[in-house]
Nanobody, 125 residues
Framework: VQLQASGGGLVQAGGSLRLSCAVN????????MGWFRQAPGKEREFVAA????????HYLDSVKGRFTISRDNAKNAVYLHINSLKPEDTAVYYC???????????????????WGQGTLVTVSS
């Protein structure tokens, strides 16, 4: 399974972006998907996750109401819609795919098996 993240860029505070993650794999729909981010000098942190069927999502508290994760299984893609961007959202954003028995979605990197290369989001104040 290969993941390709895109959509990052330089944006002013208060702006919006849509990150995309294209997944190359025949069984994309069997994976839960997640977005993580890593700011300069900080550890990678969980941002959002979605179940294989899109029925359930989970978010980092600080992004609730501003970030929305979605997926299109027909297109083998997952998205992260980001609104009301803040300078503290500046980071490299990674998409990831995981699959575990009896787990609907993962909120820690340990539960993910495949990672994209990351896309940089820079928010200016």
């Amino acid at each position: 399974v290969q993941l390709q993240a895109s959509g990052g860029g330089l944006v002013q505070a208060g702006g919006s972006l849509r990150l995309s993650c294209a997944v190359n794999g025949r069984i994309f729909s069997s994976y839960y998907m997640g977005w993580f981010r890593q700011a300069p000098g900080k550890e990678r942190e969980f941002v959002a996750a979605i179940t294989w069927d899109g029925a359930n999502t989970h978010y980092l508290d600080s992004v609730k109401g501003r970030f929305t994760i979605s997926r299109d299984n027909a297109k083998n893609a997952v998205y992260l819609h980001i609104n009301s961007l803040k300078p503290e959202d500046t980071a490299v954003y990674y998409c990831a795919a995981g699959r575990r028995t009896q787990i609907r979605l993962g909120v820690t990197s340990l539960l993910y098996d495949y990672w994209g290369q990351g896309t940089l989001v820079t928010v200016s104040s």
